[in-house]
């Protein structure tokens, strides 16, 4: 077992001999990890938070009461080979979480830095969650999501196996998402629909007045001008091009269960 010496580990905590904990990390009382587990420095893990083998965090995270992570996929195909749950640093996972390692062998649930995971919710197999999301209560997500960074999804919603949400992107509480979500949009309904520009997300995420002006134009273009679509996305290439109008041209382009329009 590779404790380092200044981790604090509750008497009453099951640490596997395989698991490796860092500097610096408090284990609460009754919490189990499993083997084959690397925690890094800093992180806290509560009361009663299981870690299951073959799963990474890094450092400075804080993982609440009753989560679980690492379990297998929620997959009828999953035969119990090794995959993988690999978290990056500084996330909050809020309590009574559960997140799951990948279906196929070797592969990976990803999920990247700072995000806040609010209470009882799922992220199932073979996610890629990236960075500064806020992902809310009882949200669902299903297999092999692709959560860009700077989203927020609100509580209840429920993504589709295979859907993408875009950068910047925030979902109304409740809505279902049934197809890729492009970045810097507001979506809402049963079957999300675009309702805005996202201009409270682009602020906090620390774009300028002029980058979020060539967004409005943007949604405009891509929502409202009754454009086919390919054509929509040419007139923005021509007139409104900048780094992030590439990134939902790009988006868009490469979505293969097509985009909420």
Not at 15 to 40: M, Q
Not at 70 to 97: A, C, Q, V, W
């Amino acid at each position: 077992m590779a404790i380092h010496p200044s981790a604090r580990v509750a008497s009453t905590a099951k640490i596997h001999p395989g698991a490796e904990i860092g500097h610096g990390v408090e284990i609460a009382d009754f919490v189990v990890v499993e083997d084959e587990v690397t925690i890094g420095a800093n992180t806290r893990l509560e009361p009663h938070v299981v870690i299951k083998r073959w799963t990474t965090l890094g450092s400075d995270n804080k993982v609440s009461t009753g989560t679980v992570l690492g379990t297998d996929p929620l997959d009828k195909s999953f035969g119990g080979e090794r995959s993988y749950l690999r978290i990056g640093n500084g996330n909050i996972i809020r309590e009574h979480y559960t997140i799951s390692r990948g279906t196929e062998p070797d592969s990976i649930t990803e999920i990247g830095d700072n995000n806040y995971i609010m209470t009882s919710g799922h992220i199932a197999h073979n996610c890629k969650v990236g960075s500064n999301n806020v992902i809310c209560s009882c949200a669902l997500i299903a297999g092999y999501v692709e959560i860009e960074d700077w989203a927020f999804i609100s509580g209840g919603v429920g993504v589709q196996q295979f859907a993408r949400v875009g950068s910047m992107v925030m979902i109304a509480g409740n809505s279902g998402v049934n197809v890729d979500a492009p970045p810097y949009f507001l979506y809402a309904g049963f079957r999300i629909e675009p309702k805005g520009v996202n201009v409270v997300g682009l602020r906090r995420a620390g774009l300028d007045t002029e980058q979020i002006r060539h967004l409005k134009q943007a949604f405009r273009v891509l929502y409202r001008s009754s454009l086919p679509l390919k054509d929509a996305l040419e007139r923005i290439q021509n007139d409104l091009l900048n780094e992030h109008t590439q990134h939902l041209i790009d988006f868009v382009r490469s979505s293969k269960r097509g985009i909420s329009r």
